[in-house]
């Protein structure tokens, strides 16, 4: 529910023509859709942000940040890139947990039928995480065979002992890349390991151990077996490349970046060249409100909050106020927000402005106001 004051229809209205506007097609114009998925926290947001060079996603250490499938459009040249950022794919039993909207479950299943690439991201510095694919990650792919998928290995430079990258891309490739087993090399243990790649580099494989012909899973509508099948899996045998690198790192993505641009096919562009992403500024509020809330407050306060945004007005000059409410359910919660002299919510009003500022490339001033409801 926005209440719409003044400079917000402008706002609004500015990036509702931006939409609307009849793409630019240049002279052999290319375009790649790629959907970006993995278990929750990978680090999907933040390569989304880096290869558009602004924040448009938000982030947070904690899951489920993003909570609808949001798009990012990156233009250069001839070519065009549309980045659709997925919510974590996530069960049943976590949306309740977690007080999540149902769409959670639905989106990241729509988003990929879109694509033409499925980028599969893991977060190698998570010990517990990294050494098999998210079920829902395998039952995605497993539901998908036909859309050529790559794998991403995030915060590597997180990982003390490199050859254990090794061991993971092993693990969660099933050995197989490309069609093409790992290059066996027994002086290294585990014997399968590959040489070492350069960060941000593909990995090296053999020609002539192709994988078996037909070892594709069928396209969706999983039977039991073939689930079991899944469950018993701790990778994809069908990557086509696989990448190492750290997503705050832009040399790192600029690789990733070239493979996309590379990857491109003959394509008309679906969006104007000035559009960044199809999120309404209010949206983009809301999320980077919703990321600080994440980050500042413990456990599940921020999850079971709303927000309300009661300005939204431009200034002469060119400053953007904004007055956003938020609703919790709890006396105590409204005091974690709130903090110690009303230090908590001025630092998240403060450091959201920071970021809005930046994304709108104006000057943002914030007011948080916290409100229980009853």
């Known amino acids: 529910m926005w209440r719409v004051k003044l ?3 402008h706002e609004q209205g500015e990036q509702l023509s931006l939409l609307l506007r009849n793409p630019d097609q240049p002279e052999n114009s290319k ?4 959907a970006i998925i993995g278990a929750p926290n990978a680090g999907k947001s933040t390569l989304s942000n880096q290869l ?3 924040k448009v996603f938000a982030v947070s250490k904690k899951v489920h940040t993003t909570r609808s499938r949001a798009l990012g459009v990156l233009t250069e040249d001839d070519t065009q890139i549309v980045l659709l950022d997925t919510p974590g794919l996530t069960t049943l039993q976590k949306v309740k947990r977690h007080q999540l909207e149902k769409s959670l479950l639905v989106d990241p299943w729509n988003t990929v039928k879109e694509a ?5 991201m893991v977060d190698v510095a998570d010990k517990w995480m990294c050494n098999r694919l998210d ?14 998928a790559i794998l991403v290995l995030n915060k590597v430079d997180l990982v003390g002992a490199k050859d254990r ?8 490739t099933c050995g197989v890349v490309n069609g093409r087993k790992m290059r066996i090399r ?3 243990k585990p014997p399968w390991a590959a040489k070492r790649p350069e960060r941000g580099s593909e990995l090296s494989l053999d020609e002539e151990d192709a994988a078996p012909e037909g070892s594709t899973e069928p396209n969706s509508g999983l039977s039991k077996e073939q689930l079991k099948a899944l469950r018993s899996q701790q990778g994809w045998p069908h990557f086509k490349d696989v990448f190492m690198l750290s997503s705050v790192d832009k040399e790192d993505v600029d690789t990733l970046k070239t493979y996309f641009m590379t990857a491109a096919k003959p394509g008309s562009w679906q969006y ?3 559009v960044l992403t199809d999120q309404s500024p209010e949206e983009i509020c809301t999320n980077i409100i919703r990321e600080k809330l994440l980050e500042y407050l413990p456990q599940e306060v921020p999850y079971s909050m709303t927000q309300s945004i009661e300005l939204w007005q431009d200034r002469e000059n060119s400053e953007l106020d904004i007055s956003v409410k938020l609703y919790v359910k709890k006396e105590t919660h409204m005091k974690m927000v709130i903090g110690a002299a009303g230090q908590m919510v001025t630092r998240i009003a403060q450091e959201a402005s920071e970021d809005l500022s930046l994304v709108f490339l104006r000057e943002v001033r914030l007011k948080i106001s916290v409100k229980l409801r009853k």
């Open 116 to 120: 033409d690439l499925m980028v599969v």
């Open 135 to 148: 079920f829902e990650v395998l039952k995605c792919l497993a539901q998908h065979p036909d859309i050529p």
């Open 7 to 9: 400079g917000e229809q």
């Open 52 to 54: 558009l060079g602004r």
């Open 186 to 188: 027994p002086v290294i």
């Open 165 to 172: 990258l090794l061991d993971i891309t092993a693990l969660l």
């Open 31 to 34: 375009v790649l859709k790629v």
């Open 272 to 274: 104007h060249s000035e």
